[in-house]
């Protein structure tokens, strides 16, 4: 232990400074923004906080009017938002780079549904003079709206746009209190699947989006085929065309990478399948993002998981990962200590036997040249402090390896006990002659 234990406490410190310094371990909990009651966001974001439990990070939900205010979050460090669902067309690459935001990925298409009663309409030329609920200002489908009234010649003071959340603006259309509503949302919100299903309640068919799509690069062309929604009733009657921007998983660039590894495996386990407007592993991708995709996101499109993420439980690789610097550290101290604790450990056992080597010396200086009028009085002190020393040796413990320095030891005391009495007997009679 002595010889052993200050390697030990300094390969234990190393140990501890690099778990706390080398790369600090991720938080245990995040806050995910969503978005409106009833909305795809919300029904997502607990999908993530069930995916993310398995791995033992609690995901704490955080509702709200929509992208902008997620995006408003995610600025605002005092929020306590650590990533959201924002759409793209929301922010500007510059903006995004600037707040310090980073995108792990394109999650879905959120078409732009355009629900309204009475007569059918051919172009979004003819919505002038209706009231038309385009969302509370903290989604982003106001701003999109406007563009695309704007594109068509419309001001917004022709037509007269509501400000309701998502469920109190489906009640008011089924009223009749106002003549339509607009949506951004993937078509798993239960608030789509029900106006798809309810008579009376029409879909404007974006005829031109192909053009759309053309004007603003955030915005592709997709396709709601007839009878997807039911298929015995032959739901849509036809195809209607539609303009779909992006949710995308945003998140503030200091979010731990391995955060941001489980977020995109969970991303593809929950958006990996196929849709009304999407293939099989289609999304989620790093494209159709304005944001800056995060580097630890990208190596996971590129290369899958890491290879012991594929293995390990989440806590058990993050921690291997985390600590391969210490592994590298250890090694470089553990080759030279190999080296010096055997002699030293020898040398410490030695140690008990050669200190009293010195004690012996001081016997036999003590009974040289010993003029003849001491000589009965230093001998017979001598050969008492040599049995005290023989019995204080024979104390000593040491390893059985070590036995011949001991035995080695004992037969040196011996000598000098025999040198001391021949001093006493034979040199003190051999002398007169």
Not at 316 to 327: D, F, I, P, T
């Amino acid at each position: 232990m002595v010889a052993a234990a200050p390697s030990v406490i300094a390969l234990a410190a190393v140990c501890i400074l690099a778990y706390w310094l080398v790369d600090p371990a991720p938080p245990s909990s995040i806050t995910l923004s969503t978005g409106q009651e009833n909305s795809a966001y919300e029904d997502f974001g607990r999908q993530y906080a069930a995916e993310l439990a398995k791995a033992g990070i609690t995901v704490k939900l955080k509702p709200s009017l929509g992208s902008r205010e997620n995006l408003q979050r995610l600025q605002d460090e005092d929020s306590g938002v650590d990533i959201a669902f924002v759409q793209s067309g929301t922010t500007e690459t510059a903006e995004a780079e600037k707040g310090g935001l980073v995108s792990l990925g394109s999650l879905f298409t959120e078409p732009v549904w355009l629900f309204y009663r009475g007569r059918t309409l051919g172009s979004l030329t003819q919505l002038r003079g209706l009231r038309i609920n385009a969302g509370p200002e903290g989604s982003g489908v106001p701003a999109l709206f406007r563009k695309l009234l704007s594109v068509n010649g419309i001001e917004p003071e022709q037509i007269r746009l509501g400000d309701l959340e998502n469920t109190p603006a489906t009640v008011a259309l089924l009223e009749g209190r106002i003549d339509g509503l607009v949506f951004s949302s993937a078509p798993d919100a239960p608030l789509i699947q029900m106006l798809l299903q309810t008579p009376g309640v029409k879909l404007f068919d974006f005829a031109q989006a192909e053009a759309y799509s053309r004007r603003f690069p955030f915005l592709s062309h997709v396709v709601l085929p007839r009878g997807i929604v039911d298929l015995g009733k032959n739901r849509p009657a036809r195809d209607y065309h539609l303009i779909a921007p992006t949710a995308t998983l945003v998140a503030r660039e200091d979010l731990h990478p391995a955060l941001v590894d489980l977020l995109v495996q969970s991303a593809q386990q929950i958006h990996g399948g196929a849709g009304w407007f999407r293939r099989r592993g289609e999304f989620p991708t790093p494209s159709y993002t304005e944001i800056p995709v995060a580097p630890a996101a990208q190596k996971i499109y590129k290369n899958g998981p890491p290879l012991l993420q594929r293995y390990l439980p989440f806590w058990l690789a993050n921690l291997l990962e985390r600590m391969w610097v210490l592994v590298v550290a250890l090694g470089a101290l553990i080759l030279p200590l190999s080296r010096i604790i055997p002699p030293l450990y020898v040398w410490k056992v030695r140690s008990r036997i050669y200190r009293w080597y010195g004690q012996l010396r001081a016997v036999e200086q003590s009974i040289e040249d010993v003029p003849e009028e001491r000589r009965s009085q230093v001998y017979p002190e001598q050969l008492r402090r040599l049995a005290d020393l023989e019995g204080r040796v024979n104390r000593i413990s040491i390893p059985l390896s070590f036995a011949e320095e001991l035995y080695g030891l004992r037969s040196h005391i011996d000598l000098v006990r025999k040198r001391v009495r021949w001093l006493m007997e034979g040199r003190g009679k051999a002398e007169p002659g």
